[in-house]
């Protein structure tokens, strides 16, 4: 499948997995969770606030006879949005989700919760069969279950009585649908989602009471398999902790309404995912691009962190999790120096081993290009290359690389195959300054090549030095005479950052921060894309220094502000 690697064994047993998770998903509902008795077994007694942002916009937009959702503006006109079809497929996942319903929570007038109403009806009157196939996907499921029980306030108001009745037994039968799915949930986030939303419903409705223990059960196991000690999410992605986050202290809130225990596996995976939270966070205030993050949304990000009751400096690394962190002087450094995810865990995940970000007071200068929202761009592919990330690319290969196979990207999504088997990393922390050393492997099978990094901070945050190293690991790397240079040196710019070549080095400025980049090879700018806006991608700069590993091993570098 892949060049250089044993993949199929791997590759395989994914195949299997995934081929007894989908038979589990047409077996019965699993012990514990039977159907509800009674049609008014979905009453509400308690609902989960909704942490996201609103914006009543929206609302306005949505009067319009258009819908944006996941960075796609699509025109639904006079008909109801369900009835779509050609539609992006994330922007159907958001709206079968019903996420957006916060938006008219928000406004909340009483035209805003009638059209909220109406619009939730019209998603009931439709037949199963009439639903795109991803209205039931466990993720989307889940999301719908949270948004209706969260948004039933404005969805009820001043509801009749027929109405109110078969939104309740509708939020019994989808707790139903997903209790009885939940066993085949994939692995990784969709199935800690799945674990959120069924304890969330047997919280927040009296007919679920009896299942209230069970479910904390199975989430606290989620949880417990997923959150790693230091805080961080097993797919390595840091956008993931807030968006756990955004549902799990809802939840815990509801269980202490529901005078409820608390599960100590939810407290505990809290209470470590903040501090985390706050060890990805820029001098902006937003979380650093690895593994699949886009930008989150800051007020979010915000509101979080005032659940932190830690406070103190943020932790120099997540040594768990794979990720180092610099600061100094208004300057943070983050460094990706841990091993690629699980292949099941890493659908999302980039080839990006040794790169960093770094900002400047609250201006982010060098990023890496990040994850597009668009499930369905080209671009998703091309930002999970090793050429995306701010780190050395040898050959235009990845560090680690992606199975190959239409089949399987259609059965298992697109994993990554994890090149490195060892990343090794240290750190000294001085008066003088902080010096971070790491290396990886994944070039040794390809190229014979293992690629160290060092990266020293000064004390006052004014410098940036680094140095690249690439030692011989067989006698692979022998290159007929004529090919082009092997090694790329890439640092890509935030494209808010202007950047000139000069005689004295790349001249960058953000704002009021001025930075230079000098290397002992001359360097240049060429065109980048910074995929992470939620907006679309937008064009950038990067900076390239390019050298042949067969007459150089070892290249200096350094940004001074």
Request: glycine share 8%; charged share 25%; aromatic share 8%.
């Amino acid at each position: 499948m892949t060049t250089g690697f044993v993949d199929e064994p791997r590759l395989a047993g994914l195949m299997v997995r995934e081929t007894v998770r989908r038979l589990r998903g047409v077996g019965p509902a699993i012990v514990g969770f039977a159907p509800l008795a009674g049609r008014r077994a979905g009453r509400i007694l308690a609902v989960p606030v909704d942490l996201r942002r609103a914006e009543p916009s929206f609302v306005e937009t949505f009067y319009s006879g258009r819908l944006s959702l996941a960075g796609h503006d699509v025109e639904f006109g006079s008909r109801s949005p369900f009835l779509l079809r050609g539609a992006p497929r994330s922007w159907m996942a958001e709206l079968h989700g019903f996420g957006w319903l916060r938006h008219f929570t928000e406004t909340g007038d009483a035209l805003s919760a009638e059209q909220a109403r109406v619009l939730v009806a019209d998603w009931l009157v439709l037949d199963r069969r009439a639903l795109p196939r991803l209205a039931f996907d466990h993720e989307v499921a889940a999301r719908r279950l949270i948004s209706w029980l969260a948004h039933a306030p404005i969805v009820l108001a001043q509801a009749h009585a027929p109405f109110r009745r078969r939104f309740e037994t509708a939020l019994a039968r989808e707790a139903r649908r997903l209790s009885r799915a939940s066993a085949s949930a994939p692995e990784g986030l969709p199935r800690l989602l799945v674990r959120i939303a069924l304890a969330t419903a047997a919280l927040c409705q009296p007919g679920r009471r009896s299942l209230v223990r069970p479910a904390a059960k199975l989430l606290s196991d989620e949880l417990d398999r997923q959150i790693y000690p230091d805080g961080g999410h097993i797919s390595r992605n840091p956008a993931a902790i807030p968006a756990l986050l955004a549902d799990l202290l809802p939840l815990r809130q509801l269980f202490a309404h529901r005078n409820q225990a608390v599960p100590r596996a939810l407290f505990s995976a809290i209470d470590r995912m903040l501090p985390a939270l706050r060890f990805f966070l820029h001098g902006d205030g937003a979380v650093a691009l690895f593994n699949g993050a886009a930008l989150a949304d800051r007020s979010l990000l915000a509101l979080l962190l005032r659940y932190d009751e830690t406070l103190g400096e943020p932790a120099s690394a997540l040594r768990q999790t794979g990720y180092q962190r610099l600061a100094a002087g208004g300057t943070v450094l983050l460094a990706d120096t841990g091993l690629p995810p699980a292949p099941a865990h890493a659908g999302e995940a980039h080839a990006g081993t040794l790169a960093f970000e770094f900002s400047s007071g609250r201006r982010r200068m060098v990023v890496n290009c990040g994850a597009t929202t668009r499930a369905e761009d080209a671009g998703r592919r091309l930002a999970r290359n090793t050429a995306a990330h701010s780190t050395l690319v040898l050959g235009d290969h990845s560090s680690s690389r992606f199975a190959k196979s239409p089949i399987l990207d259609r059965y298992l999504g697109v994993p990554l195959l994890p090149g490195p088997t060892r990343v090794p990393a240290s750190r000294e922390d001085t008066g003088e300054g902080h010096l971070l050393t790491a290396a990886h492997d994944g070039y040794r099978l390809p190229f014979g090549f293992v690629h160290e990094r060092q990266i020293h901070l000064s004390g006052d945050g004014r410098r940036i030095e680094g140095v690249d190293r690439l030692f011989q690991a067989t006698g692979r790397n022998q290159r007929p005479a004529g090919d082009p240079p092997l090694g790329m040196l890439r640092f890509h710019l935030h494209p808010d950052v202007t950047a000139d070549e000069t005689q004295s080095g790349i001249r960058l400025q953000h704002g009021d921060e001025i930075w230079w980049f000098r290397s002992e090879v001359p360097a240049r700018l060429e065109d980048s894309i910074f995929f992470a806006d939620p907006a679309g991608a937008r064009p950038s700069a990067q900076i390239s220094v390019v050298f042949d590993p067969m007459e150089r091993t070892q290249l200096g570098w350094c940004f001074e502000r």
